[in-house]
């Protein structure tokens, strides 16, 4: 159990568009979800926690109109990287807890998804 | 200080010996702590959990807990060529409950 999915695994993009990352808690359902990023040879970094029905809580430094959270459903939540630009280029992990008994907070990661910006 | 701080290594062990791995953190409200093992371009994936004081099992894996010293580890016995990877080290933090992570210690299990 507590199987989180993330698609696509990787993307190339040209400088200039936009690019979405889905989530998805595959057997449990999760009313909150985080997405984090993580550089070459470098820690985890939070960037947002996302809320099923409401607007995602954004890390200091973090710009919301560029990183676009949606968190539709209790299974699914998205990540639009608007404007992509090269140094947007980076490993986004999302992560989610199924509040499982004596499992508390929990969290488990989806695979990731590498994202190239040309 | 910083809330969950780990010795980034790398921590080089012999195969077959126990690898210690060990995390401070500064929140003494922290109630929940985690280790997960992260391989080099992949996602992390959880390794245990633990809440109460103490030593917690999970196969060749042990996790210790002393809250009074703030400090959590994780022993890894008859380690394994496959052992290498970044062990990173989560804590809860008490005033919001949000997770944080220590930015990991390399291990490298020498054959």
């Known amino acids: 159990g507590a199987v989180v999915s993330q698609h696509p695994s990787w993307v190339i993009c040209k400088s200039g568009t936009s690019v979405k990352i889905e989530c998805r808690s595959l057997?449990?359902?999760?009313?909150?979800m985080f997405w984090y990023r993580q550089f070459p040879k470098q820690s985890l970094m939070l960037m947002a926690t996302?809320?099923?029905?409401?607007?995602?809580?954004?890390e200091q430094g973090v710009e919301k109109d560029k990183f676009l959270i949606n968190h539709a459903s209790l299974t699914l939540s998205t990540l639009t990287v608007t404007s992509a630009h090269p140094e947007d280029s980076s490993f986004y992990i999302c992560s989610a807890s199924p509040g499982l008994a004596g499992e508390g907070d929990t969290q488990y990661f989806g695979p990731g998804t590498r994202l190239t910006v040309l | 200080q910083k809330e969950v701080e780990q010795n980034s290594g790398p921590l080089s062990v012999p195969e077959g010996a126990i690898a210690s791995l060990n995390c401070t953190y500064s929140d003494r409200g922290s109630q929940s702590f985690f280790w997960y093992r992260q391989y080099s371009g992949k996602s992390p994936e959880l390794i245990m959990f633990?809440?109460?004081?103490g030593d917690k099992e999970d196969g060749r894996f042990t996790a210790q807990l002393n809250k009074a010293s703030q400090y959590v580890s994780l022993l890894i016995r008859d380690s394994q060529p496959s052992d290498s990877a970044t062990y990173l080290c989560?804590?809860?933090?008490?005033?919001?409950?949000?997770?944080?992570f220590g930015k990991g210690t390399r291990l490298h299990i020498l054959p």
């Open positions: 057997d449990f359902q999760a009313t909150t």
């Open positions: 989560a804590v809860n933090r008490g005033r919001d409950d949000k997770i944080i």
């Open positions: 996302s809320n099923e029905g409401s607007k995602a809580t954004y």
């Open positions: 633990i809440y109460s004081n």
